[in-house]
């Protein structure tokens, strides 16, 4: 046995050594009033969940009574916990239990290498570099960041978007093209990203990616330094070349995905570039009620999505840690779509969503391709963050290693993804070894 797989044996029988401490904590120091303590905590969690869907779906009096409902749950837990001066017996059992899950997920995540995307040589170097920048985007990153000035010094010729006339992007990156560049870059949102990548693309020409957007996402992904744009840059200088892939939705391309129902909806409100958050708030009640948007069917490859709520089309698939199925995307070359869909009608079914993949309301898998109808002629859709208006039926599919992005090779990069805790394959890799048992293999 090698020491690796030793190492993970060993960390497995740790990790159910932690938990059964904390059941001992509980059992001895707690006797039975922990146990009924800890039916107080599981009923609190309801609870809380209840009043976080309440929150989102109601609007006026009840959405406030829920959210003092769940901001006093867990007060009340812990206020229960101290009278009955069991505070610290919930406290030494959570931190056992919390120790048991981080070894864990140290025992099933293994040394792959295969979560990182593969680097070529960018080559050859680029005689003519053209950038389209816009100054407004990111709250003022490219005169912040000196972005133009940099780039000029480095050979790059700067296209600035500006003024209240509407630019073709398209039709700029195209001409540039004709007059003999051969590099495309932006330092723009993710939308504009991904209109410029998709004609890079088409051409066969690299495509820089400069983080000065507000969110960033597509440079997240690709490990670009988020915090100072200008670091980008040296993907003109030093950088090395990745494969990455496009997605496409009605012949249209987007580098991080396509959204539907209740987003898309939440999106095409005139009122969200100017506050999100209370744009968001205001329009869910009506959407979790069904009481807006169409009603949507998906087929992802065979497999029928029935009505979702919410339905997520990603260039690659993301990370499952959280609730909803999305993280980060360690890699954008294999080539699939990554699917989400959300259907909520209840508490129940929101508090269900704690069960992850498993939950009644919440449906992850990957296509190469899916479609999406409705019962209208367009329904909006969400694409890198821009709301358009799509005829149905809807298709989007996956570009594969379509666009040669260039980043420098010396950037923050992509963490290690966190495995996924599943006991059943803990249970198996603590047993003992079997005679040519290979290592377990943690789930990308």
């Not at 812990?78 to 017996?89: G, M, S």
């Not at 012949?251 to 744009?279: C, H, I, M």
């Amino acid at each position: 046995m090698d020491k690796s797989l030793s190492s993970q044996r060993w960390l497995a029988r740790l990790s159910f050594l932690l938990a059964g401490l904390a059941i001992v904590v509980l059992a001895v120091f707690g006797g039975l009033k922990s146990l009924a303590m800890l039916g107080v905590a599981v009923a609190a969690a309801v609870v809380s969940l209840a009043a976080a869907y309440v929150f989102l779906a109601r609007r006026g009096v009840w959405r406030w009574l829920a959210l003092a409902v769940f901001v006093l749950a867990p007060v009340a837990v812990i206020v229960i916990y101290a009278f009955r001066n069991l505070l610290w017996v919930a406290i030494v059992a959570a931190a056992l239990w919390l120790l048991a899950t981080i070894t864990a997920r140290q025992a099933l995540t293994t040394d792959q290498t295969d979560w990182r995307m593969p680097e070529y040589p960018a080559q050859p170097p680029a005689r003519r570099p053209y950038l389209i920048m816009n100054p407004m985007s990111g709250g003022g990153k490219v005169g912040k960041f000196d972005l133009k000035r940099k780039a000029e010094a480095l050979g790059a010729e700067v296209f600035l978007l500006g003024g209240s006339d509407h630019v073709d992007v398209a039709g700029v990156a195209r001409k540039a093209l004709a007059q003999g560049a051969d590099l495309l870059g932006v330092a723009g949102g993710d939308g504009t990203q991904a209109l410029v990548a998709g004609i890079a693309a088409e051409h066969g020409v690299p495509f820089v990616v400069i983080s000065a957007g507000t969110r960033n996402h597509f440079a997240l992904d690709l490990g670009l330094d988020r915090e100072d744009p200008s670091a980008c840059l040296g993907a003109l200088s030093d950088g090395v070349e990745l494969r990455v892939d496009l997605g496409v939705i009605n012949g249209q391309t987007f580098v991080n995905n396509a959204s539907f129902g209740a987003y898309a909806e939440v999106v095409e409100t005139p009122a969200y570039r100017g506050d999100k958050l209370k744009t968001t708030l205001n329009t869910l009640p009506d959407l979790l009620q069904g009481h807006r948007g169409a009603r949507l069917y998906a087929r992802a490859d065979g497999t029928q999505i029935e009505a979702p709520q919410a339905l997520l089309v990603a260039n690659n698939p993301y990370g499952t840690g959280d609730l909803a199925g999305l993280g980060r995307r360690t890699r954008l070359d294999r080539g699939l779509l990554g699917v989400v869909g959300v259907k909520v009608d209840s508490a129940r079914q929101a508090a269900g969503l704690l069960r992850g993949r498993q939950a009644a309301g919440l449906k992850v898998l990957t296509a190469g391709q899916i479609e999406i109808t409705a019962g209208e002629q367009q329904i909006p859709v969400g694409v890198d963050g821009e709301s358009i208006l799509m005829s149905t039926p809807v298709t989007c599919t996956i570009s594969a290693g379509a666009l040669r992005v260039w980043v420098p090779r010396d950037r923050p990069g992509i963490p290690r993804p966190k495995a996924s805790v599943s006991w059943a394959r803990l249970r198996h890799l603590a047993g003992p070894p079997r005679r040519g048992a290979h290592a377990v293999q943690a789930p990308h």
